[in-house]
T-cell receptor, first 112, second 110 residues
Framework: DTAVSQTPKYLVTQMGNDKSIKCEQNLGHDTMYWYKQDSKKFLKIMFSYNNKELIINETVPNRFSPKSPDKAHLNLHINSLELGDSAVYFC???????????FGEGSRLTVL | DAKTTQPTSMDCAEGRAANLPCNHSTISGNEYVYWYRQIHSQGPQYIIH???NNETNEMASLIITEDRKSSTLILPHATLRDTAVYYC???????????FGTGTRLTIIP
């Protein structure tokens, strides 16, 4: 069983479109994250949710809207896509016992 | 999170021990040292963490200096599959914001 799963794995779209990436974890963790890894390979935190509540928002443009319908899911919706949004987006969940992060396999977004 | 400093890249011969250093001179008393790695473009993978004692698991060993200002991740018998970017992070359990630096790109040479 995949602990943290993201869909889709690949997404190619045009500028101006709206797209969503879904994330689900079956680990029972309360805390989930979205990270962005750009072409320079920097891994930057975007959002963190704890039990459906937003706790970290790293000054991400408001075109990005995370939604957590329940603590096992954290979806990322992006409006009016721009070229600079092209990146790999990683979802993660964190165990409170050791602080360990479990990452998904990533969703590669390409904006043309 | 306290900042960490790691070498940009390192090479290691296959079968030898890979020793990856990390400086974290501003670490506070309740912050742990975590190591992750990212193989190619896969999701980062947890390796090990520790507070002040040395730790060992099936993947690696973590040696933390007595003053806790630096640490070394040891892969005892490196294989080609250990080629990856290795990230050293310091954080306490209550801090939800885990910040990744630039890491060390480790290349295992046949």
């Amino acid at each position: 069983d995949t602990a943290v799963s993201q869909t889709p794995k690949y997404l190619v779209t045009q500028m101006g479109n709206d797209k969503s990436i879904k994330c689900e974890q079956n680990l029972g963790h309360d805390t989930m994250y979205w990270y962005k890894q750009d072409s320079k390979k920097f891994l930057k935190i975007m959002f963190s949710y704890n039990n459906k509540e937003l706790i970290i928002n790293e000054t991400v443009p408001n075109r990005f809207s995370p939604k957590s319908p329940d603590k096992a899911h954290l979806n990322l919706h992006i409006n009016s896509l721009e070229l600079g949004d092209s990146a790999v987006y990683f979802c993660a969940s964190r165990t409170p016992y050791t602080g360990e992060l479990f990452f998904g396999e990533g969703s590669r977004l390409t904006v043309l | 999170d306290a900042k960490t400093t790691q070498p940009t890249s390192m090479d290691c011969a296959e079968g030898r021990a890979a020793n990856l250093p990390c400086n974290h001179s501003t670490i506070s008393g309740n912050e742990y040292v975590y190591w992750y790695r990212q193989i190619h473009s896969q999701g980062p993978q947890y390796i090990i963490h520790g507070l002040k004692n040395n730790e060992t698991n099936e993947m690696a060993s973590l040696i933390i200096t007595e003053d806790r200002k630096s640490s070394t991740l040891i892969l005892p018998h490196a294989t080609l599959r250990d080629t990856a970017v290795y990230y050293c992070i310091v954080s306490d359990f209550g801090n939800e914001k885990l910040t990744f630096g630039t890491g060390t790109r480790l290349t295992i040479i046949p």
